[in-house]
C-alpha cells in the first residue's frame, strides 16, 4: 500500500515551518531569526531526508521573495529571485541540516539545545567566511578572516537567541500538539 506525503503529521510540521519562516516580518533585533530552528525542526520531525533539506529552505526562499520583493520593494525596482550572496546562507543551513541529522536520532531538550548551539556556530562561520572572500573592506588573508569574524560577533547574539527561542517555540508547540492530537507523533 502506497503511504500518503501529505498526513497529518506533515502538514503540520510544513505549516509550522512556513508560519515560523514568514514570522521574520515581525520586527525584531539583527539575526534574530527562525531559519535555524526551521532546519533544526524539519531534521528532528521530517520523515524523509529530502524532506529535511527542501522544506526549510523552500520556506526561507519564500520568505526571502516577500522581504526583498514586498518590503524592500521601494528600495530595489527590479524582482529579486536570490539576492547576492544568498548561497553562504543557504549552505549553511544546508550544514546545519547534515548536523541536525546526527544530533536528533532521539528529540530531547539537551540535543535540542545542542542543534541551536551548533546551528548559530555553524551559522557564524559560514557567513561571516562569505562575507571575506572577495570583500575589499578585509584584507584577503588569516588576518582579514579573523577581522571579520570579530565584526561579526555582535551579530551573533541574535543569531542565538533566535535558534533557541524558535527551536523552543517549533519542539515546543508541536509536542503539545501531540499531546491533543496523538496522530500527530510519529508512527
Not at 59 to 83: C, G, M, R
Amino acid at each position: 500500500m502506497k503511504s500518503n506525503i501529505f498526513t497529518s503529521r506533515f502538514i503540520f510540521i510544513t505549516v509550522a515551518i512556513l508560519l515560523a519562516a514568514f514570522s521574520r516580518m515581525v520586527p525584531h533585533m539583527q539575526n534574530f531569526s527562525p531559519l535555524g530552528a526551521i532546519v533544526l525542526f524539519g531534521a528532528a520531525h521530517l520523515t524523509k531526508k529530502w524532506q529535511v533539506f527542501l522544506i526549510p529552505l523552500l520556506a526561507t526562499w519564500l520568505s526571502d521573495l516577500f522581504i526583498n520583493n514586498v518590503i524592500y520593494a521601494p528600495y530595489n525596482p527590479q524582482f529579486v529571485w536570490f539576492y547576492e550572496g544568498f548561497y553562504w546562507q543557504y549552505g549553511s543551513y544546508l550544514l546545519i541540516a547534515v548536523a541536525a541529522i546526527f544530533i536528533f536520532n532521539k528529540v530531547n531538550t539537551q540535543k535540542i539545545v545542542i542543534g541551536a548551539l551548533s546551528s548559530s556556530a555553524i551559522f557564524f562561520f559560514i557567513t561571516n567566511a562569505g562575507c571575506w572572500v572577495g570583500n575589499p573592506a578585509y584584507p584577503q588573508n588569516i588576518g582579514g578572516l579573523i577581522s571579520c569574524y570579530a565584526a561579526g560577533i555582535p551579530f551573533l547574539k541574535g543569531t542565538l537567541l533566535g535558534d533557541l527561542f524558535y527551536s523552543a517555540i517549533l519542539f515546543g508547540s508541536y509536542y503539545f500538539a501531540q499531546l491533543k492530537f496523538p496522530k500527530l507523533a510519529k508512527a
